[in-house]
């Protein structure tokens, strides 16, 4: 049959599972708009492209498969580049379809004309432009296959819109499914080195988890006696309840657990690249020295090696992994040494008293004692993040998404994302003002597709992150950090949706539960005292 190439795209696209795209509208693939019209497919219109792509990334994340985004060339590239760095430090699979001009016109510099192999040539695992219509099946399947295999990321396709208009009789692609396996002799491998251990500590993160790999996780973590510590906004991935979880290696990381992992002479390393915010900077673990023995569990055989030079490095999926290891026989006795870090954790939920009437602790602790398991938290980067890090308890895989790229603005696209695909959970996007402002404007969004996630807004005025580090270095001298903001209540109600503001603790269970009765998009603006920069000190500590 002869179709379009915009028609071509939109079959392929239902071929591969696709159920969901993302999208900010541009003449440039007009066809490719055209093609989505009839195909069942819904197109979640966005108002910009890097809350498109941020959506696209909490997709993949999701659901382990590519998450799907179509921008315009230009300007609505370079907006959507936001989302793709995300998803490639974030492991996260994606498949960016960017419109680009005529390619009778190359290099001359035409409208909005852009090299996307130059642009996006650091920031994606493939970037190609697809310039015969015929050839529309074979790069997608191609595009699917590379952002999901090995260490999953992000694709990005050029599409002519000369090449989309034009017509072609060409059949449709499967996706081959790629079955991960752990090599022979890596289960044996792995239980010889921990065998070895006085000090062992395993360390979970990476992409392809599943309840199933958090089942397996904390089965293997009871028959080995050993402490688990989560990587970087990687707390999901095992119940903070169980009483071999020992806390996760953030930016502002528990002393004792950093002190845990300087001294552990052993580590498991699950899925994770075990990176610099892990490590606080390469110096818990020298990677010139480590002084311990690593084992390296990753799906990427160039993640192996390439920082820490493993004693046993195994290429296959974490999860795959310890479906075998969940069944080991017992190799040591750890049980003194996992209660020591369990009780490190346990401490550091003791809350620190920050200043002002309305406290970031007590509200995430009655969130976290108050929301269904399943609940799914999403935030950006900024310092309002670093309670919810350290008081929150996930119970659930799948609950958390946040970004390890440090992005801001992404929890609100995040949320929307979420709540599309889980409409029946309850959805609950942290924000700091500062973040909040960079992607607000996607309410609209929300509104427009009925998601309704309840967006928690911590104001201090300024961003926080950044004044914490000014403080410390140039005290006092304020430059550059200051905010003047909407009235966060007032502008989500503008939008359509709830809004409200909150400046006691004692009234926040209250407010949450008008919005979670709204039925619709909710703010909850939190009036943060500017003394309260870190769950560990205040503004006037910095200064002294």
Request: hydrophobic share 40%.
């Amino acid at each position: 049959m002869v179709r379009h190439g915009g028609k071509i795209l939109s079959d392929q696209l239902q071929r591969l599972g696709v159920r969901r795209v993302f999208s900010v509208p541009g003449e440039s693939f007009l066809a490719a708009l055209d093609g989505l019209y009839d195909s069942g497919i819904p197109n979640i219109v966005c108002r910009h492209e890097g809350g498109a792509a941020m959506m696209a990334d909490a997709y993949g994340k999701m659901t382990g498969q590519p998450g799907v985004c179509f921008v315009t060339r230009g300007p609505g590239a370079t907006n959507a580049s936001a989302g793709v760095h995300i998803a490639l430090q974030d492991s996260t699979p994606m498949v960016l379809f960017v419109g680009q001009i005529d390619n009778s016109l190359t290099d001359r510099e035409a409208f909005q004309e852009v090299d996307y192999r130059a642009m996006f040539g650091g920031l994606a695992k493939w970037v190609a432009q697809v310039d015969q219509t015929e050839r529309l099946p074979e790069y997608i399947a191609r595009a699917f296959a590379v952002a999901t295999s090995g260490r999953p990321g992000p694709v990005v396709l050029a599409l002519p819109e000369n090449m989309l208009s034009a017509s072609a009789e060409v059949a449709d692609l499967r996706l081959t499914e790629h079955v991960s396996a752990p090599p022979a002799g890596a289960t044996r491998a792995i239980m010889h080195a921990l065998g070895q251990a006085h000090k062992p500590l395993v360390i979970v993160g990476g992409p392809h988890w599943s309840r199933q790999a958090q089942v397996d996780l904390q089965a293997f973590a009871e028959r080995q006696e050993v402490p688990v510590a989560t990587g970087f906004r990687r707390q999901h991935y095992m119940d903070n309840h169980h009483s071999h979880y020992a806390g996760d290696l953030n930016v502002g990381v528990n002393p004792r657990l950093a002190a845990r992992l300087r001294v552990a002479d052993t580590l498991i390393l699950l899925g994770t690249r075990l990176g610099d915010i892990e490590t606080q900077g390469y110096t818990l673990v020298d990677p010139a020295d480590p002084q311990k023995v690593i084992v390296h569990v990753h799906p990427d055989p160039n993640e192996i090696g390439q920082v820490y030079t493993p004693d046993v490095a195994v290429v296959a999926t974490a999860p795959a992994v310890l479906r075998d290891l969940a069944d080991a026989e017992p190799v040591g006795n750890w049980a003194d040494w996992t209660a020591e870090a369990r009780a490190d954790y346990e401490a550091w939920l003791v809350p620190d008293e920050s200043p002002g009437d309305l406290k970031q602790e007590q509200v995430i602790k009655w969130l976290s004692d108050n929301l269904p398991d399943d609940a799914i938290i999403t935030n950006g980067a900024g310092n309002y993040a670093a309670w919810l890090h350290r008081y929150f308890v996930y119970k659930q895989h799948g609950t958390q998404l946040a970004p390890t790229s440090g992005s801001m603005g992404y929890g609100f696209p995040a949320a929307i994302s979420a709540s599309l695909e889980y409409p029946e959970r309850t959805v609950v996007c942290l924000a700091g003002d500062g973040c909040f402002q960079m992607t607000l404007n996607e309410m609209s969004t929300a509104i427009q597709h009925g998601a309704k996630p309840i967006v928690i807004v911590m104001n201090n005025g300024r961003y926080g992150t950044i004044r914490m580090h000014q403080e410390k270095i140039y005290p006092g001298r304020v430059s550059g950090t200051e905010l003047s903001n909407p009235d966060y209540a007032s502008l989500a109600r503008a939008y359509g949706g709830h809004g409200e503001q909150v400046t006691r603790s004692e009234d926040f269970p209250d407010a949450f539960a008008r919005a979670q009765a709204a039925g619709t998009l909710a703010v909850i603006e939190c009036r943060v005292d500017e003394e309260a920069v870190s769950t560990t000190a205040t503004l006037s500590d910095l200064r002294r």
